[in-house]
C-alpha cells in the first residue's frame, strides 16, 4: 500500500501558523517580485481569485474583499516543509519527498494495521506538532493513492482527513468521481485528445485498449493506466539530483546599460554555482537570457538567449561568471530596456568523475577557493564574499512588500510574547 500526504494550501498554512487571526478568511501568495498569485486559501479560491492573477491587474478585489496578501516567504515555507517531512519519516522507513507540499509512504509489512486510523493519526498528529493541515490518501499503487487524497481534502469532515481505497468497490467508486483532467499525470494536451474519444474519468481511461493508450500516450500512460487498475507499476522514486539549476529575476526597475546587466548576470552565474557544489557536481554547458517588459508595450521590445557549451566542465563561481558575461556580451543589444535577466547551467557531470581535458580545464585552486568561501557564506551570511565584478554594497532584494518574518529561521524575527 502507498500513502501520499499533502498539506493542505500549503503556503497560506504557513501564514497562517504564525497567524491564527488568520483562520477562515481569504489569502493569496505572491511570486517572486510580487508578481502574480502562486497559492490561495479555500476562502480565496471561492472569491474566484485565479492561479496565476496578476497582482496589479487584482489590487482592487484585494482590497474590496479584504483578501490577505502576502510575498512568498520561502525560507519560512522550507523550514516547516522540512518539519513536515521529518515527522512523516517516522511513519514508514519507505519515503518519496515528491514536492514541498507532498510525500509518498510506502506501506509494505503495514497488514496487521487499521490503515485508516494510521491515516488519521497521521494527519492529527502533523497537525498538532507543526500546525500545518494535511490530508491523507492510501491506496494499493501511487496513482490511486492521489486520487484517495483529493476524496480525503475534498470531504475532510467525513474522513476526518484520510481515506483509504482498500476494495474494488472503493476504487472504481474513485474513479468514477474523478475527471480525467485531474488524474496525476494526464496533462492538458492529453485530456483534450481523452475527451474526443469519450474518456471522460478516470474510470473510462481504465477500460482503454492497452496498444491504444501505449500508442497515443506512450508508456508512461500505460504504465499509469496500470496503477489506475489497482496493479503497482509506479514505485517510490530516489531523490536525484538536479539536472539543470537556474537563477531569473526580474529587475525592480528597467536597465540599459551593459554594465548594470553584467553585475546582475554575474550574482546569478554565483548563485548558480553555489547550487551546483553543494550537489557536488560541475557543469559542461550555460544558458544566458534577456528579455524587455512585455507588459510594457510602450517600448521596444526584445528577447534573446544563447547557450554556450564550456570548454571544461567547472563550478567555479569565478569561471561560470568569466563565462556568462561573455555570453551575455553576444546577446545584449544598446537601446533597449531589460525588465528580466537569467543564468541557467546545464548538462551536469559529478566531481568525482570530472575528466581532464588535452589543452583547457579548470583553476584547480578555484576548488578550494571555493570551498572557504562557501562556508564563511554559510556561516556569516549570504553574500558576504563576492567577486570583485559584483555590487560590493548590494545585497540582491526581490520586490517583496508583504513579506512576513521568517519566524522559525532568523532568531531576530522571532515571535515575541507580550504578557
Known amino acids: ?8 494550501n500549503f503556503y497560506a498554512s504557513c501564514e497562517r501558523v504564525f497567524r491564527p487571526d488568520l483562520v477562515g478568511k481569504p489569502i493569496v501568495v505572491l511570486s517572486n517580485n510580487d508578481g502574480c498569485v502562486i497559492a490561495r486559501s479555500n476562502e480565496a479560491k471561492s472569491l474566484g481569485i485565479p492561479m ?11 482590497i474590496r474583499n479584504n483578501i490577505n496578501v502576502f510575498s512568498a516567504n520561502f525560507a519560512l515555507y522550507g523550514d516547516m516543509s522540512n518539519r513536515v517531512m521529518t515527522l512523516l519519516q517516522e511513519y514508514s522507513p519507505e519515503s518519496e519527498i515528491y514536492s514541498i507540499d507532498e510525500a509518498f509512504l510506502k506501506l509494505r509489512g503495514f497488514e496487521m494495521y487499521d490503515l485508516n486510523e494510521y491515516g488519521i493519526g497521521i494527519s492529527k498528529r502533523i497537525k498538532k506538532w ?21 476524496i480525503a481534502k475534498k470531504y475532510p469532515e467525513r474522513t476526518k482527513s484520510s481515506y483509504l481505497i482498500n476494495t474494488e468497490e472503493k476504487r ?28 471522460k474519468t ?34 517510490l522514486e530516489d531523490v536525484k539530483d538536479k539536472k539543470n539549476i537556474a537563477t531569473t529575476r526580474s529587475f525592480e526597475r528597467n536597465i540599459t546599460e551593459l554594465k548594470d546587466l553584467k553585475e546582475r548576470v554575474t550574482t546569478f552565474a554565483v548563485s548558480c554555482a553555489e547550487k551546483l557544489r553543494k550537489q557536488e557536481s560541475t557543469c559542461n554547458s550555460i544558458m544566458v537570457f534577456v528579455q524587455t517588459n512585455f507588459h510594457r508595450q510602450d517600448l521596444k521590445q526584445y528577447s534573446k538567449n544563447i547557450v ?33 535577466a537569467g543564468v541557467i547551467i546545464m548538462n551536469f557531470t559529478p566531481e568525482k568523475d570530472m575528466q581532464l581535458s588535452l589543452f583547457e580545464n579548470s583553476n584547480p585552486k578555484h576548488k578550494q577557493l571555493m570551498k572557504v568561501i562557501d562556508r564563511i557564506n554559510l556561516s556569516m551570511g549570504q553574500q558576504k564574499i563576492k567577486l570583485a565584478s559584483q555590487d560590493q554594497k548590494r545585497v540582491w532584494k526581490m520586490k517583496q512588500e508583504k513579506l512576513s518574518p521568517r519566524y522559525t529561521t532568523q532568531l531576530m524575527e522571532i515571535i515575541t510574547i507580550i504578557s
Request: aromatic share 12%; proline share 4%; charged share 20%.
Open 1 to 8: 500500500m502507498f500513502a501520499l500526504i499533502d498539506c493542505n
Open 52 to 62: 496565476g492573477a496578476l497582482a496589479f491587474e487584482y489590487k482592487d478585489v484585494f
Open 130 to 150: 507543526t500546525g500545518i493541515p494535511v490530508s491523507v490518501g492510501i491506496a494499493p499503487t501511487k496513482a490511486l493513492a492521489k486520487i484517495a487524497n483529493k
Open 172 to 199: 472504481i467508486k474513485a474513479l468514477k468521481w474523478t475527471a480525467i483532467e485531474d488524474v496525476w499525470g494526464i496533462g492538458r494536451k492529453h485530456a483534450i485528445r481523452l475527451r474526443e474519444v469519450g474518456v
Open 202 to 235: 478516470a474510470y473510462d481511461f481504465t477500460q482503454l485498449n492497452d496498444s491504444w493508450v501505449q500508442r497515443n500516450l506512450s508508456i508512461v500512460g500505460l504504465r499509469l493506466k496500470h496503477d489506475l487498475q489497482g496493479i503497482p507499476t509506479l514505485d
Open 308 to 340: 554556450v557549451k564550456l570548454p571544461f566542465p567547472t563550478s567555479s563561481s569565478i569561471e561560470l561568471a568569466r563565462f556568462a558575461t561573455q555570453a551575455l556580451e553576444k546577446i545584449f543589444v544598446f537601446g533597449y530596456s531589460y525588465k528580466k
